[in-house]
C-alpha cells in the first residue's frame, strides 16, 4: 500500500476511490402494513399465490441473486412509518449491508417533504440502482422496471435470460432460478399498460 506522498509524487489522488460510486442493490420492500392488507385480499381475489412476500422471503431470495457479488449495500425502499415489524435491518446474509433513511441519517431530510416527494426520491435512487428487486404487483416497482428495460433496450438488449446484463431487474414475488426472485423486464410489445398499472405474475425476462 503507497503512502499518501508517494501517492501525490506520482500524481495519483490517494482519496480518488472515496469519490467513486458505490455498486448498490435497490429493494423496494413491500411489507408495509397497508400493502400487506391488500395483496392477501388481491391474492384471494385473483386466487394467486405469488402477491404477498414477507420480509424472511424478500431477503432469502435477494441473498440468493445469482452472480451477486458481495460485500454489497442492499438500498431499501420502504415506507418506515407504515412498518408492523421494524427489524429489516436483521437477518440479511452475510455480505449484504442493508441501509434505509434512517440509517443513512436522511430521515430528517425526507420527512421535510410530502409522501409524493420521498417516492420521487426513492424511485430515482431505485432507478439507478446496479441491481433492482420489486414486487411485479407494485405499481411503483413495475414503473421501475419500465425505465430499467427501456435503457436497456437502448442499449439492443431485448431479453436478459440466461445472460449478465446492465440495469437487471427482478421480482421477489415470483420464484426464480437457484431460490432466488425471478429476472424482470417489461414486456414493450404488450398492447396494454395493465400488467404495470396493476401488476401480474406473468414476467418476462
Known amino acids: 500500500m503507497r503512502s499518501k506522498s508517494q501517492s501525490s509524487q506520482s500524481g495519483a489522488d490517494p482519496d480518488s476511490s472515496l469519490s467513486q460510486p458505490v455498486p448498490y442493490v435497490a429493494v423496494h420492500m413491500r411489507i408495509e402494513i397497508d400493502w400487506m392488507i391488500h395483496c392477501k385480499k388481491l391474492e384471494q381475489r385473483l386466487n394467486v399465490s405469488e402477491i404477498c412476500s414477507s420480509k424472511q422471503e424478500i431477503m432469502e431470495r435477494v441473498g440468493n441473486i445469482v452472480g451477486l457479488k458481495s460485500p454489497l449495500v442492499i438500498y431499501l425502499a420502504v415506507a418506515d412509518s407504515l412498518l408492523e415489524d421494524s427489524s429489516i435491518l436483521a437477518g440479511w446474509k452475510e455480505g449484504l449491508f442493508p441501509v434505509e433513511k434512517k440509517k443513512l441519517s436522511v430521515d430528517g431530510i425526507y420527512s421535510k417533504y410530502p409522501y409524493l416527494i420521498q417516492s420521487a426520491i426513492d424511485y430515482e435512487v431505485c432507478s439507478r440502482a446496479d441491481v433492482f428487486v ?16 427501456q435503457k436497456m433496450i437502448r442499449m439492443g438488449v431485448t431479453r436478459s435470460c440466461g445472460v449478465s446484463v446492465r ?3 427482478y421480482a421477489y414475488n415470483i420464484l426464480g432460478e437457484s431460490n432466488g426472485p425471478h429476472k424482470w423486464m417489461t414486456n414493450m410489445s404488450d398492447s396494454s399498460l395493465k400488467a404495470i398499472s396493476y401488476g401480474s405474475n406473468i414476467i418476462s425476462c
Open 134 to 149: 420489486g414486487n411485479s404487483f407494485s405499481t411503483f416497482s413495475s414503473l421501475i422496471a419500465l425505465e430499467r428495460t
Open 167 to 169: 440495469w437487471p431487474s
